[in-house]
């Protein structure tokens, strides 16, 4: 089989969408973010990823139906403005996986001639923080700017390693290979966790960017409960030494 | 090489066919009940599957003749209905190597016009059961019902993971790329030995799914076998509490 | 790059030979067995093979003059009938690059019509023999017909587990794919060191099956000096357990 | 997306080019002198190559910007005659990515009739030495001669194990696909840190064999600052065994 099949809908008329992926991965940040997205903006389905490079599996439904693993493209319009919603259950099982899989989104939606790329992810380090950070990389000066002016830090040192994974590869190939600019915004997180906290620093900052409106009372509420277990296992004797490092909580 | 050879026999006329598939898994319980019912219902093969996607082997025939590790399938026409039956030595040893098997299978088979997938396999338990239950998946709903008043189990909880491998991905692909509906069949299992027991479960519902005249004699008796077998080890001293758990049994 | 790159001399007059191939492997018995054949009758090179399935990696000959690490195809005539010899530095890395291997030369080699395969190997037994027999597989009737009345065993249970690696997909996919028909012989060897011993005898049952002329004495004397190496070991004290199994000798 | 995807300019007149390579790989000696003849000789930057063999990652530049990984080719003429230098970030993860982009970097260059190849890169030798040597292998015979008269060792001992990576490929895959001699120059390296004194070295006789005129200088400079640093390592107390061996030094 092809190693990326995309079923989509034809006949869409896309104009210079804003392309935002968030994929499962650290602290689940990029994927939180996106799927609360996709949500409170009733994005619509427009494409179903399936591959190869995926694991060989079906999930159960809540109504025990099976479906294949996948990844998703959501489409929506707001105020004449288009924008894609990229999520899925998971990331490319390989190397080789992840370049195929953000090459194949990246190409099929040229057609409608994105304007800019923003991948959401996680920075893991290690700890629990009050309010975490929202770090950015990007390939585009205008976005990189309207960003730092919002409160992202850029910064060569953080995160020093590179973008591992689709937030990455999105951002690298959506540049080199399909001349799109971008940026890529990543929620500080402990990384033991999926991190409803980190997710919604990093849609707060998005939404102010975008220019959208978006009731971040859900993400808020699931942040709060986060906090209350994590304050309640704090509490617990002999615990104090472990406030500053989470290690193998959650 | 191709990744997917199908040697198959030309001019067959296949109607509409039910495909059936049971291959080497949890319990061995898929391809028991599919080689039984192959054998049972005098089923004839009408190709072989060879795949750089198998072990690199040739297996050693009671003759000591050499043959190519494979999938086969077999047709069998029965009061007019046709089947499809799907069996073979191994699955594919790598996440894209299933994903390649089963779409060719598929991508073959599709030019019969199939109705309906099969697929048969195990559900790991860890320990042994008095009646192994036979839980399910579906994609298709008429399927489901017909099956749940059988006794079928459809539950969103069992399998909790997805369904691994072949009998996820062919019912996954089935559904998604080649729009046949199916279901999924897989009988309890503790998951440490090839399971008779459990592949006469599955062979049961079948038949009275397909409205089958089977006998399924031959693994009564080879379950018995396996039930006399257990229960010695049961009385040794010092197994008692291995009753409930037997771990690292055969 | 093409996985497999074979680079043959062309205009070659070749008229339905037999290909006897011996790779690295247990005891390296096909691969002495292969090489001692083509030293003996000198054959001559007529390709190599380059894969990408073979280790990155340039070898460095007595001259260190860099050579890439390929397999190579070897032909001589011998009372008008037509011989190939496959032989080589390394198999596959993988599953998939050892069916890719076997599968091109295969398909290089049918334009010449071949009418036998013969798969030279080691069969492990994991202590030394005073003489290793020879062991067959086979999809040739007749092949094995004569080969048992030269001694050679044929039995369901030895190989039990197949035969892995080029020595059985060269056979299996030579029959089912390339439809050619073919045997492996298998010298029974220690398997802890390079075994010219069991590949002797291997020689020695090949020749006459193929009624060659073939001056066995070289691998006699290598034969002979590796049993005085392992006599002088036996002889050591507190190694007398050790006569009938020699791990991690070699 | 193919596997490799070389992002060049057009039009470019390059003649009977010498390509010199040196990638990533033991003590960085490769990549530490090509990086520093781009330097020096102000070559100018022609290519971009991108694989799915490389890891699914961009790096963050000095100034947070995203980047995605790449190998890179550079090109400079000198006196009429045209020299082009292959550098990147990593090499391919895999055996099979690395002939990928081996080969892939060949053909691509193929096209400007190359007449030498030259492969930099370490020697790993487990200790410190005062001055490392510079071995040799080779598929061109001139070029080894006159490196040999300019103290370049060639022995068949060497490295024994063959040249593993770029360094080998770039050499075998040259000489034997595309019809190009050349010659691999590798600095003895302890092997434990980044090793610009080896570098040095190969540089040194790079430029002699090439008749280039390059400031040594800054490599000499870097050279000592390491000989500083693990000269202090050494007046360490209880370090004075570890003089021969600096095992886990760096």
Do not use: W
Not at 39 to 63: C, G, R, W
């Amino acid at each position: 089989m092809e190693t990326v099949i995309i079923k989509g809908q034809s006949k869409l008329k896309i104009n210079s969408p804003v392309f935002i992926a968030g994929l499962p991965g650290i602290g689940n940040v990029g994927k939180i973010a996106v799927d609360y997205l996709i949500e409170k903006l009733e994005a619509k389905k427009i494409a179903d990823l399936y591959s190869s490079h995926l694991p060989p599996q079906v999930m159960i439904t809540e109504s025990s139906r099976a479906r294949l693993v996948r990844n998703e493209l959501y489409f929506k319009r707001l105020r004449k403005k288009d924008y894609l919603f990229f999520t899925g259950d998971f990331q490319g099982l390989t190397s080789q996986g992840q370049y195929d899989i953000s090459f194949s989104i990246l190409d099929y939606i040229s057609k409608f001639n994105p304007n800019l790329i923003i991948t959401l992810g996680g920075y893991q380090i290690g700890k629990l923080v009050e309010v975490p950070r929202v770090l950015g990389a990007y390939t585009s000066d205008d976005a990189r700017k309207k960003l730092e002016s919002l409160g992202v830090v850029f910064s060569k040192n953080e995160p020093g390693g590179g973008i591992i994974g689709g937030a990455g590869l999105l951002l690298g190939l959506g540049y080199e290979i399909f001349n799109v600019e971008g940026v890529c915004l990543m929620g500080e997180t402990s990384g033991y966790f999926s991190d409803p906290k980190s997710a919604k620093q990093v849609v707060s900052v998005l939404a102010k960017f975008l220019n959208l409106d978006i009731d971040i009372k859900d993400l808020e509420d699931k942040a709060k409960e986060i906090d209350e277990l994590t304050n309640k296992m704090m509490e617990l004797p002999a615990s104090e030494e472990k406030k500053e490092d989470l290690g193998y909580f959650g």
